[in-house]
């Protein structure tokens, strides 16, 4: 019997472990056709954007207006910086809302204090239900400054309370902590410029940590040292760099991050806004934007401009990086499930039948078959099927083509934007994309796995980010 | 089991792309910053023989020798920044020592290529050279939309009939991108434009009127009256939203008398403009109609139409006061909000 049953072992380990290493090429393979993509893409971006005088067409006084949306929920150490650097954006028509979400700490008392804040009343329309607004306030100092107090709903609440108060044909949404770079507007606002189609545009999201910040300005980007922040900065560049613009050539985006995406306020409002009950409300917008845009056959491109930059601040504690890591896998879930009507349904073009199944198969599954294959590889070395050469063997081969591809990522920004100037900039980050498969990646895949899970079980909590602040460069004392 | 052959073969490749990626990234660090170092060098002595020639007046057969063997990106970027800087007879002699060292024949002969890339580079080059050239008006019915948009960019700064003439018919652009070109490059062309602009309004509709009215709208003036009142009554809602617009630009009392018509428009977006017209034209007299607005069924004619009789002073506070009172609670409703406005806010709501 036991003889049996380490055969029926030996089986499975070894079927498991080809079905997982087909996988694992097969997702390379999909990723370098999404590398490919962005350099064709990032190609002809860059020679669209030489030498183009952005003061000039893209500070028109023609230009839509923009209201920034800046929820913020207990950002009393960032806050003032970072309202700074939006006011100071260079784009002729902005508005800026923040919208504090029943903040527990001294936000609020930050903002009247520093911003000259008057209670104010105004007429709005409510086409989305939301939390109770306690108070209105506007700067005397800065007269396209906004500030709405409201009960606590989550970050979706904020932003639907945003909408209701906006002003401008277009909004920002973004957190109260990223810092968006001055023309990082004039930037992002082109594809709406150039195409009527558009209904949402998003940006690249930088890694701050490490880097010098001055008055809510990234003055020099730095590779963090810390070693967490430094993966991310690595997952960061791939992510966007070769994942959403590859995916501008490939049939378009789904996602754009919350961070920094800037939306048609009327589409946005039409699909009834930010959904509350769920903790991917980004990606779910952009998701119901493009399924009603096939439902409605209206306007519904969703495009990915990589030259405006964010930067945001990542965690450097495995704790709170693993609550993220959970929860936006919990988003993904959510919005796949939610939105599953379209996976492989030719009504829904090529997001129904390219896009989403890849999000299915490849963002969402890929934990559960990482996974399996560490889990099957360990089994194989404990039972004997597999020698300590084979495994290291597989494990490589598995993860090797990954890394490569990471590294051309490295390239990809070397040859675009380069902001990582320096040699030891340089050898960081070379160094965190190496190490990335030593440990870091599968420590994800727990943390993925853990959200799917919390997913199956209903969960929908957010978890707290703990944010250091910008005043100081952020990560400075590690670096000296 | 896997076959270990297979797996060797995989990773011999892997390990391949990964040395390739690694030598390309290291090596393109190092030309990064040898190249830095080199194009910083010439690039500051570049900008002072340019200085010299463009602050001296006299030419200096080196610094032209100099500036013309220079890397063509460098030649570039020292030309763009200083053309920033100057204006008047300055730039006329930046263009004089550009012409000089091949710059703008380098950037003709861009507008030339078949590359669409290249032509917009040539032209963004002329463009911000502001060197009035015939092979940009040209690029101006180019096949890609990019191009012509740089084209109308340049043309902003070229405001002759002929040009002007060509930009009006651009209106009708099916690619938005040149559309808004256009349109901007008309706006900063600035009066010269009124004359022609009204004369193409008065016989186009559609798209070209829509774009135009919008230019229309940003300039504003009484010129535009007798085009806007025409265009008020199109079939297109864009075409009537932005006529309507241009009505309350013009703030004259022809284009009052049409506004309080336009309150009864069939399009929501119309009726809101009509009134916000009117409220910042303070037009009393149509304080009955926009109070008859307060009932409207659309949310944003109420809350327009509310912010005008505010506007419009005490009769339009009589109008406001009565509304509360009324038998329409979404009438009361705004009326009182519109009431509770703190000054400052209904002005900068208006």
């Known amino acids: 019997m036991s003889e049996f049953l380490a055969t029926a072992i030996n089986q499975v380990l070894i079927k498991g472990q080809f079905v997982v290493l087909v996988y694992f090429l097969a997702v390379n393979g999909w990723y370098l056709v999404l590398l490919v993509s962005s350099l064709i893409e990032m190609r002809r971006h860059m020679l669209l954007i030489a030498d183009e005088s952005r003061h000039l067409l893209l500070s028109s006084t023609l230009s839509p207006r923009i209201s920034i949306l800046a929820p913020a929920f207990n950002e009393e150490a960032t806050i003032e910086v970072s309202l700074r650097a939006l006011l100071a954006l260079q784009y002729p028509s902005l508005e800026v809302i923040v919208i504090n979400d029943g903040s527990k700490d001294r936000t609020v008392e930050v903002l009247k204090e520093r911003f000259d804040l008057v209670p104010v009343k105004t007429i709005y329309q409510q086409r989305v239900k939301t939390k109770q607004v306690r108070d209105l306030y506007r700067s005397a100092s800065y007269p396209s400054l906004v500030v709405v107090d409201k009960e606590n709903g989550g970050k979706a609440d904020a932003l639907n309370v945003g909408l209701s108060f906006a002003q401008g044909e277009l909004v920002c949404a973004m957190d109260a902590d990223t810092l968006i770079e001055p023309d990082g507007l004039q930037r992002m606002v082109r594809p709406f410029l150039y195409a009527t189609d558009v209904v949402a545009t998003g940006g690249t999201i930088r890694v701050v940590n490490g880097s010098e910040v001055k008055l809510g300005r990234v003055v020099r980007a730095r590779v963090p040292v810390n070693a967490l922040a430094g993966m991310q900065v690595v997952e960061y560049l791939r992510a966007f760099l070769f994942g959403r613009l590859g995916w501008n050539r490939l049939g378009g985006n789904i996602i754009i991050s919350g961070a920094f995406g800037l939306f048609r306020r009327e589409s946005v409002l039409s699909s009834g806004g930010y959904l509350h009950d769920t903790v991917g409300e980004d990606m779910e917008l952009v998701l119901r934007l493009r399924r009603l845009s096939y439902e409605r056959e209206g306007p519904g491109r969703i495009a990915f401009v990589p030259d405006p930059v964010a930067w945001t601040e990542v965690p450097e504690s495995m704790r709170v990086l693993g609550r993220q890591r959970d929860r936006w896998h919990r988003g993904l879930a959510d919005c796949l499930w939610r939105h599953r009507g379209m996976l492989f349904n030719p009504r829904y073009g090529v997001t129904g039948v390219f896009v989403f199944p890849y999000y299915v198969f490849v963002e969402l599954l890929a934990p559960v078959i990482e996974a399996v294959g560490l889990i099957s590889l360990a089994l194989g070395l404990a039972f004997h099927v597999v020698d300590w050469s084979f495994a290291g063997l597989f494990y490589l081969t598995a993860y090797g083509l990954g890394t490569a591809l990471t590294a051309f990522t490295l390239i990809l920004e070397d040859v675009s934007f380069h902001r990582y100037d320096s040699f030891r900039d340089r050898a960081l980050l070379f160094w965190w994309a190496m190490l990335e498969n030593l440990g870091y990646r599968q420590v994800t895949v727990y943390w993925r796995l853990r959200g799917l899970w919390k997913f199956l079980r209903g969960r929908k909590d957010w978890g707290a980010m703990e944010r250091k602040g910008f005043q100081k460069p952020v990560g400075i004392a590690e670096t000296n | ?350």
């Not at chain 2, 043309?155 to 651009?170: E, G």
């Not at chain 2, 069939?266 to 409220?279: E, H, N, T």
């Open chain 2, 1 to 350: 089991m896997v076959d270990r052959h297979f797996l060797n073969i995989v990773m011999l490749v892997e390990i391949a792309l990964l040395v390739l990626a690694v030598a390309v990234f290291f090596a393109h660090g190092l030309w990064l910053f040898l190249n830095h170092r080199r194009v910083m060098r010439l690039t500051e002595t570049a900008r002072q023989s340019l200085a010299r020639l463009v602050t001296r007046g006299t030419i200096n057969l080196e610094d032209i020798e100099l500036l013309r063997q220079l890397r063509h990106d460098v030649q570039v970027t020292v030309f763009l920044e200083t053309s920033r800087n100057l204006t008047g007879s300055g730039k006329e002699r930046l263009r004089f020592v550009a012409h000089e060292v091949l710059l703008i024949e380098r950037a003709r002969k861009l507008c030339e290529s078949r590359l669409w890339t290249r032509r917009l580079r040539g032209e963004r080059l002329l463009s911000r050279m502001d060197v009035a050239d015939p092979i940009v008006v040209k690029l101006l019915s180019d096949e890609n939309a990019a191009v012509r948009a740089q084209a109308a960019e340049w043309a902003a700064a070229q405001p002759s009939p002929p040009i002007i003439a060509t930009m009006l018919t651009m209106l009708a652009d099916p690619a938005t991108q040149a559309r808004f070109a256009v349109q901007d490059a008309l706006l900063r062309m600035g009066s010269i434009v009124t004359e022609p602009l009204a004369a193409f309004l008065e016989t186009h509709t559609g798209l070209p009127a829509e774009s135009g009215l919008r230019v229309a709208g940003a300039i504003g003036g009484s010129r535009f009256l007798l085009a806007a009142n025409r265009l008020s009554a199109n079939e297109n809602v864009g075409v009537r939203v932005a006529a309507t617009n241009v009505l309350a630009a013009i703030g004259d009392v022809s284009s009052a008398d049409r506004l309080a018509t336009l309150l009864k428009d069939p399009d929501s977006g119309v009726r809101a403009a009509a009134a916000r017209g009117l409220g910042r034209m303070q037009h009393w007299q149509s304080g009955s109609q926009l109070a008859e607005c307060l009932r409207d069924s659309s949310w944003q004619v109420r809350r327009e139409a509310g912010l005008a009789l505010r506007a419009i002073g005490a009769p339009g506070a009589l109008f406001l006061r009565r509304a509360i009172k009324g038998d329409d609670r979404f009438a009361s409703d705004m009326a009182q909000q519109v009431l509770d406005l703190p000054e400052a806010a209904a002005t900068a709501a208006g």
